[in-house]
């Protein structure tokens, strides 16, 4: 399961911070993990990884959290640190997949990000 709750987890990995060894996973150095919660709101948690020295530390993630995809979306588009991060093609991605969290929401369903 993948969560954003404190001891994050990754296709099954547990790691101490998140994604602490994502280049070694063959992850970019921006990433978005979009979860459902289970006070029923949508979460994205935006981070970017910058390497120093031979380790990697994550740098400025930001999360955002709300009851719908359109609410959330707006919120990262307020965010200039974030927007400037992202592509347009990322950017589509991401809002198609808040909407299926929402959808998964409505219908109580498991969400897994695509």
């Keep these: 399961m993948v969560t954003t709750e404190p001891g994050f987890f990754l296709m099954g990995n547990k790691y101490n911070y998140p994604l602490n060894s994502a280049n070694d ?5 921006k990433y978005g993990l979009i979860t459902k919660r289970e ?3 949508i979460s994205f948690l935006f981070y ?10 994550i ?5 955002f959290t709300s009851y719908r ?3 959330l979306s ?3 588009e307020l965010h200039r640190a974030v ?3 992202i592509s347009p093609e990322h950017a589509l991605y991401i809002g198609i997949e808040l909407m299926k969290a929402e ?7 498991d969400y897994i990000q695509n």
Excluded at 25 to 29: A, E, Q, R
Excluded at 48 to 57: A, D, F, H, L, T
Excluded at 59 to 63: A, E, G, Q, T
Aim: hydrophobic share 40%; net charge positive; with cysteine.
């Design 25 to 29: 996973l063959g992850m970019s150095s």
């Design 39 to 41: 006070d029923y709101t």
């Design 48 to 57: 970017y990884i910058n390497k120093c020295s031979n380790n990697y530390r």
């Design 59 to 63: 740098s400025c993630p930001i999360l």
């Design 69 to 71: 995809a359109i609410t």
């Design 74 to 76: 707006k919120l990262i």
């Design 83 to 85: 927007m400037i991060q």
């Design 103 to 109: 959808l998964s929401l409505i219908i109580d369903h």
